[in-house]
């Protein structure tokens, strides 16, 4: 499931989006808003009014630049490694249900760890994964990884053979 696979950066940009909608209607506030004297009994100024959506938009867009900016660095590394990380077989050590939710329904993270040429032991996850996809892993099953062979410990999941059959460069 791609949706899942990229979760962060679809979180992260419709929270972005959200938050700049916000920030835009609080400019409309401050720009169209009709200057309301303060002295008047009962009015609200529009730095009042314009409030709400000025802090919903900072905080929205802030949360949701973080999360997509760490979604499209995790993509990119992950097609550096399809492109020149060296494939090796992991061992599944856990398999996990994470704390996202989409659609009421929980994502799940297959964990496992990989040895380097220099016989480091190493660890990653899956990344989201649908329950069923990830419940079809067992723990100690053998899978397949690629990591960078300059930096042994930044890798990504291919999970069975079918997927691992991508050629390194």
């Known amino acids: 499931?791609?949706?899942?696979?990229?979760f962060d950066i679809w979180f992260g940009g419709i929270f972005f989006l959200i938050g700049t909608?916000?920030?835009?209607?609080?400019?409309?506030?401050?720009?169209?808003w009709p200057r309301i004297r303060a002295d008047r009994p009962g009015r609200r100024n529009r730095w009042t009014v314009m409030a709400a959506p000025l802090i919903c938009?900072?905080?929205?867009?802030?949360?949701?630049?973080?999360?997509?900016?760490?979604g499209i660095q995790q993509y990119q590394?992950?097609?550096?490694?399809?492109?020149?990380?060296?494939?090796?077989w992991a061992?599944?050590?856990?398999?996990e249900r994470t704390g996202t939710r989409v659609n009421g329904q929980y994502l799940w993270q297959v964990r496992y760890?990989?040895?380097?040429?220099?016989?480091?032991?190493?660890?990653?996850?899956?990344?989201?994964?649908?329950?069923?996809?990830?419940q079809s892993y067992r723990i100690g099953e053998t899978v397949?990884?690629?990591?960078?062979?300059?930096?042994?410990?930044?890798?990504?999941?291919?999970?069975?053979?079918?997927?691992?059959?991508i050629p390194a460069g």
């Open 1 to 6: 499931m791609e949706f899942t696979r990229h």
């Open 21 to 32: 909608a916000a920030l835009g209607v609080a400019v409309a506030l401050f720009v169209f």
């Open 57 to 70: 938009g900072l905080v929205f867009t802030l949360v949701g630049g973080g999360f997509m900016g760490y």
């Open 77 to 88: 590394v992950e097609q550096r490694l399809l492109a020149s990380g060296v494939t090796e």
């Open 91 to 95: 061992t599944v050590v856990d398999i």
């Open 113 to 134: 760890e990989y040895r380097d040429p220099f016989g480091r032991i190493h660890e990653g996850s899956s990344g989201y994964l649908d329950r069923r996809e990830a």
């Open 144 to 165: 397949y990884v690629r990591y960078d062979p300059a930096a042994p410990a930044t890798s990504i999941w291919l999970g069975r053979q079918d997927r691992a059959a």
